[in-house]
């Protein structure tokens, strides 16, 4: 839209500007009133964890190879192992969506992407802390791929992003280059946040959150590493060592989880509305995996266990169409046809 009135460009100057700081710093408390609950890992933790994997109980690093059988669909890939020119293809089709027009059913939503935090945001207390978690975020990360491919003619792999490789040093990831998913800054001396003002993300403007209420704010970040260090290999390997579903589940929500939104700060520490930051939908490609890793170290016993019926509906509020939680439980089931590269 152009703006042919000075006022008009007035409003769209200080609506695009950095917010609520000093220099240019954008105040966290908003965000920070509805962040992932957390829980601790401590050294006895560690220990179970390392123990787990030496002896090869239901926990996989990076460096090992898959218990089962694969090729039977096509893989996620790791961020790192990804050609330039897929990652580029595969950010420019999230940006497609920011750049079309929202379907209008979704209040408050201004463009396609927003379509899908809307659907978050009208969903959050039915799909966090339940066990529904999960298989909900599975079918979410279905949808996103669903738009990207038939609205954004993606044709590349899915990616997913081994935050354990990443622990403690986010900033600094690959995938927070300019070219990728745009910077990450650290939270601030004064405890404020940064817009992202450069790179694929660059200025971009949100309309939904934080919390449940609509506020035009910039798409930011302020990550703080004391809180991405929890997205080690220890702490994966501690969740994935439960042999139940609800240890299991529960540990990896406020565990890597929380931890990884908490820790990128600002819009991702907001559980209504952190879809705003695309880089959600790697961390839970992240969050998917820990869950895949666990259901097939011992398919027979883990693939369909979950302590709700398997006929209950999951929604994303006719942007796709509604599924069963056994729909989302077998990625290689029928329904879905994916599997990840380690």
């Not at 999230?94 to 079309?100: E, F, G, P, Q, W």
């Amino acid at each position: 839209m152009r703006f042919a009135l000075f006022c008009s460009a007035l409003v769209a100057a200080v609506a695009a500007a950095p917010q609520n700081g000093a220099s240019g710093g954008v105040d966290l408390k908003p965000f920070q009133a509805n962040t992932f609950k957390t829980i601790p890992f401590d050294d006895d933790k560690a220990k179970k964890g390392q123990a787990a994997a030496a002896a090869g109980n239901l926990t996989f690093s990076h460096a090992s190879q898959n218990a089962f059988a694969v090729g039977v669909c096509p893989r996620r890939i790791e961020w790192r192992r990804g050609s330039d020119s897929d990652r580029r293809a595969f950010v420019s089709a999230i940006r497609c969506l920011y750049n079309r027009p929202s379907s209008g059913r979704f209040p408050g939503s201004g463009n396609r992407y927003e379509d899908l935090v809307s659907v978050h945001q009208q969903l959050t207390p039915n799909i966090h802390m339940r066990p529904t978690f999960l298989p909900y975020h599975r079918y979410f990360v279905a949808v996103f791929e669903s738009l990207i491919r038939d609205e954004c003619s993606y044709r590349g792999p899915m990616f997913w992003w081994d935050e354990t490789l990443d622990a403690g040093n986010f900033r600094n990831s690959l995938i927070f280059r300019n070219e990728y998913f745009s910077p990450a800054p650290q939270r601030t001396g004064n405890g404020q946040g940064t817009c992202i003002t450069t790179g694929t993300f660059a200025n971009i403007q949100l309309n939904l959150g934080p919390g449940s209420g609509r506020q035009r704010h910039c798409l930011s970040r302020a990550v703080d590493e004391s809180l991405t260090a929890q997205c080690n290999q220890n702490f994966v390997n501690y969740c994935n060592s439960f042999n139940n579903f609800n240890d299991m589940a529960a540990c990896n929500e406020q565990g890597p989880h929380s931890y990884g939104h908490n820790g990128i700060g600002s819009v991702m520490s907001d559980v209504y509305s952190s879809p705003g930051d695309p880089v959600f939908f790697m961390h839970h490609l992240f969050v998917d995996r820990m869950w895949y890793r666990w259901q097939n170290a011992n398919p027979g016993a883990r693939m369909y266990q979950i302590p709700v019926s398997l006929d209950t509906v999951l929604s994303s509020l006719g942007l796709r169409g509604d599924v069963r939680v056994r729909d989302m439980m077998d990625t290689r089931g029928g329904f879905l046809c994916y599997e990840y590269d380690y």
